[in-house]
């Protein structure tokens, strides 16, 4: 199947920086890339799409401006944490539509300290 | 998209047969059911898909009821690797627009 890859896997970091997450689908072209957040032993929860070109789409109940998306081009979205905060800390997980169907990231793993 | 409703966990014993149902009773006529499964810590894995036919791959097998308001997920063979939360979503097809709602899944536990 396609593969999607993030990057870094795993980050920590001081309460109040930013933090940048990459997305990118390695051999498909994905016009619609989606941000999913997932706390321990919960189900993953959808936080925004975004389309190739135009502004993210966010979920109800998600900052935009906490949680910027940029979807620059076919293979690479990203996930700006900004003024990150300790309860910020989860698994932050990608997914590209393509191919026939959708696939995931591996994750990234965010602790704010 | 329509609510989806599993149980919160099953145990299956290595080389059986595991079964996962998912009821759908609200599912619209152009809504497809997709099935998922999440290993720990890491990003949920594609397994199957299908709208109203049984459905099979090299991973599975998905049976849809005639009236679609339920169906199976089966891993024919279970391992230990199988043990992972699986989420039973439907939705419209991909390039219809839509989104994946995750629902609490199924923890499946695979024993030697």
């Known amino acids: 199947g396609a593969v999607v890859s993030q990057h870094p896997s795993r980050v920590i970091c001081k309460s109040g920086t930013s933090v940048k997450i990459e997305c990118r689908s390695l051999?498909?072209?994905?016009?619609?890339m989606f941000w999913y957040r997932q706390f321990p032993k919960k189900s993953l929860m959808l936080m925004a799409t975004?389309?190739?070109?135009?502004?993210?789409?966010?979920e109800q109940g998600v900052e935009k401006d906490k949680f910027l998306i940029n979807h620059a081009s076919l293979t690479l979205s990203t996930l700006t944490v900004t003024s990150a905060h300790p309860e910020d800390s989860s698994f932050y997980i990608c997914?590209?539509?393509?191919?026939?169907?959708?696939?995931f990231g591996p994750g990234t793993r965010l602790t704010v300290l | 998209d329509a609510k989806t409703t599993q149980p919160p966990s099953m145990d299956c014993a290595e080389g059986r047969a595991a079964n996962l149902p998912c009821n759908h009773s609200?599912?619209?006529?152009?809504?497809?059911v997709y099935w998922y499964r999440q290993i720990h810590s890491q990003g949920p894995q594609y397994i199957i898909h299908?709208?109203?036919n049984n459905e099979t791959n090299e991973m599975a097998s998905l049976i849809i009821t005639e009236d679609r308001k339920s169906s199976t997920l089966i891993l024919p063979h279970a391992t230990l690797r199988d043990t992972a939360v699986y989420y039973c979503?439907?939705?419209?097809?991909?390039?219809?627009?839509?989104?994946?709602?995750f629902g609490q899944g199924t923890e499946l536990s695979v024993k030697p």
């Open positions: 997914s590209a539509r393509g191919e026939g169907t959708q696939f």
């Open positions: 051999d498909f072209q994905a016009t619609t």
């Open positions: 975004s389309n190739e070109g135009s502004k993210a789409t966010y």
């Open positions: 609200t599912i619209s006529g152009n809504e497809y």
């Open positions: 299908g709208l109203k």
């Open positions: 979503i439907v939705r419209v097809l991909y390039n219809q627009g839509g989104k994946l709602i």
